[in-house]
């Protein structure tokens, strides 16, 4: 299976910060990685896909990089409602054929 | 833009079957493109990927649920749904129905999700 690691767990910052959350895979994944924000008691919702490509309707300040096994969804400038957790999750393997990174908690300072 | 409605029963007892359904709105299951996808997040944790199916018909499972997992579809209710058998709480979970967008590439992802639904097993 691949192992997909978020990193930091957890990361405290101020709004108009500029945040970066990395996703390394146990073994190379193309570009086949996907980005997912959830809020509490709410579903995730898709930001990128394929590691760079911007989901229709999502800000601009949100980015994705990355190709192999190392990966990186970048927030340039954060807005109150961008606190909020964030997966990574490859789409490469065939089976599973999707595994998700532990996810990353954004809070507040 | 695609909806998608999961219901059935929020409380299920030991050793039997979770039944689900996921209900799309704003688009055809059968217009191709996409995959259909089930996924689970035990409470408090991260998220598992149960399975998805095409409209045809083929399926695709996680090789550690797949023993009691089944996903179908019906085209002409444009509903899709899982079968999950001789749970446990070990299944106590929200449920999410989930379209899987295939983009150029082979590439997949998750694009639109229902709300989710809280599944308790208890006797």
């Known amino acids: 299976d691949i192992q997909m690691t978020q990193s930091p767990s957890s990361l405290s910052a101020s709004v108009g910060d500029r945040v970066t959350i990395t996703c390394r895979a146990s073994q190379s994944i193309s570009s086949y990685l996907n980005w997912y924000q959830q809020k509490p008691g709410k579903a995730p919702k898709l930001l990128i896909y394929a590691a760079s490509s911007l989901q229709s309707g999502v800000p601009s300040r949100f980015s994705g990089s990355g190709s192999g096994t190392d990966f990186t969804l970048t927030i340039s400038s954060l807005q109150p409602e961008d606190f909020a957790t964030y997966y990574c999750?490859?789409?490469?393997?065939?089976?599973?054929?999707?595994?998700f990174g532990q996810g990353t908690k954004l809070e507040i300072k | 833009q695609v909806q998608l409605q999961e219901s059935g029963p929020g409380l299920v007892k030991p050793s039997q079957t979770l039944s689900l359904t996921c209900t799309v709105s704003?688009?055809?299951?059968?217009?191709?493109?996409?995959?259909w996808s089930w996924i689970r997040q035990h409470p408090g944790k991260g998220l598992e990927w149960i399975g998805y199916i095409y409209y045809s018909g083929s399926t695709y499972y996680n090789p550690s649920l797949k023993s009691r997992v089944t996903i179908s579809v019906d085209t002409s209710k444009n509903q899709f749904s899982l079968k999950l058998s001789s749970v446990t709480a070990a299944d106590t979970a929200v449920y999410y129905c989930?379209?899987?967008?295939?983009?150029?590439?082979?590439?997949?992802?998750?694009?639109?999700w229902g709300q989710g639904t809280l599944v308790t097993v208890s006797s």
């Open positions: 704003g688009g055809s299951i059968s217009s191709g493109g996409y995959y």
């Open positions: 989930a379209s899987t967008r295939i983009y150029g590439g082979g590439g997949t992802a998750l694009d639109y």
């Open positions: 999750q490859q789409s490469y393997s065939t089976l599973p054929r999707y595994t």
